[in-house]
């Protein structure tokens, strides 16, 4: 029982997590643009991206509940190998300082920019920019929480689950962008987009071992000695990363 | 045919991302786990370690590579 426990908390708070860290930067293009052109036309946008999302949940979801559970896990398990392995990648490049941190603040300041000088073109009574902008923005981040979503729920039988934790920072990022009215810049982002690459990339190693046929020492126990190697994997990767830049630039300022 | 070139983009930067050889790494671990497994090697470990290596070796030529972008 405990063992499930495990697995059921991590795919909880692997759905929450993704769908937080989206979310934020969602809110972030939607508030760029709501704050220069009005909220109608980019609330609207955000509910229809939303009822497609929700519709393609409704319909994938029940789809691969027919797929064999080996061949779903196998499938899965190396979607996200690959999916999570980029996240991981980019968080390690990024916490080594090889590449820049991604600043909320600045991509809001960027968005409003872009809004205020793009030009005014009404369609079906919206404001099309406004409309479309908002619509792509929730529409692609919404993407990789549905694809976590699915790929998460399905390949555990707890589809229900994960919805709920991904719909539970929604609604936590939604209120907290109504209280702040401003870009969430103050959400460890980098930081919570590297728990979620060791995730991503801890179940998709588990599940597609599983579906390949391999049974884990310890059953879903060691779900979490994978995400122990994972994590110890990517800090020495981050600690040598970071030493070879800093000898990188302090050579550089000898020269 | 530009919309078809631009959904299979998406789903490739999506999938893939910027190295494809980890991708073709992984789809080969996992090629090689399910053969060693129907052949009565119980190969849990590979996968693990296969990451070990396609992980470093990305980060090795991203850091090596001018330019990587930032996501």
């Known amino acids: 029982m405990?063992?499930?426990?495990?697995?059921t908390v991590l795919l909880i708070l692997g759905a929450f997590l993704a769908s937080a860290v989206e979310m934020v930067e969602a809110l972030t293009i939607v508030l760029g643009v709501g704050v220069v052109r009005g909220w109608r036309s980019p609330l609207i946008g955000v509910g229809a991206a939303t009822i497609a999302l929700a519709a393609l949940v409704a319909a994938l979801g029940p789809a691969l509940s027919v797929v064999p559970i080996g061949t779903l896990r196998l499938v899965v398990g190396a979607l996200l190998l690959a999916f999570g392995l980029q996240w991981l990648r980019k968080a390690i490049l990024r916490s080594s300082g090889h590449t820049a941190l991604h600043d909320e603040d600045e991509a809001f300041r960027r968005h409003r920019e872009q809004a205020a000088t793009a030009t005014s073109e009404r369609k079906a009574g919206l404001?099309?920019?406004?409309?479309?902008?908002?619509?792509?923005?929730?529409?692609?981040?919404g993407l990789e929480v549905v694809f976590i979503v699915?790929?998460?729920?399905?390949?555990?039988?707890?589809l229900g689950l994960a919805a709920a934790g991904a719909a539970a920072a929604v609604v936590?990022?939604?209120?907290?962008?109504v209280l702040v009215r401003g870009p969430l810049e103050r959400v460890p982002e980098n930081t919570i987009k590297f728990a979620v690459g060791l995730l991503l990339t801890s179940f998709g190693c588990f599940w597609g071992a599983e579906g390949a046929g391999a049974s884990w020492p310890g059953d879903e126990l060691s779900l979490l000695g994978v995400i122990g190697f994972l994590g110890l994997l990517s800090f020495v990767l981050v600690r040598v990363l970071r030493r070879q830049r800093l000898g990188v630039l302090a050579s550089g300022a000898k020269a | 045919m530009k919309y078809l070139r631009s959904f299979a983009r998406f789903w490739w930067d999506f999938i893939v991302g910027d190295d494809w050889r980890v991708a073709a790494g992984l789809a080969l671990a996992l090629g090689l786990t399910s053969l060693l497994t129907h052949n009565g090697v119980n190969a849990w470990w590979l996968l693990p370690l296969a990451i070990a290596f396609l992980l470093a070796g990305s980060l090795w030529r991203a850091t090596r590579a001018p330019g990587e972008r930032a996501g």
């Open chain 1, 172 to 177: 936590l990022v939604t209120l907290a962008g």
């Open chain 1, 127 to 141: 404001d099309w920019y406004a409309f479309t902008v908002a619509f792509k923005g929730v529409l692609l981040e």
């Open chain 1, 2 to 7: 405990e063992d499930v426990s495990t697995s």
């Open chain 1, 150 to 158: 699915i790929s998460f729920g399905s390949a555990q039988g707890r």
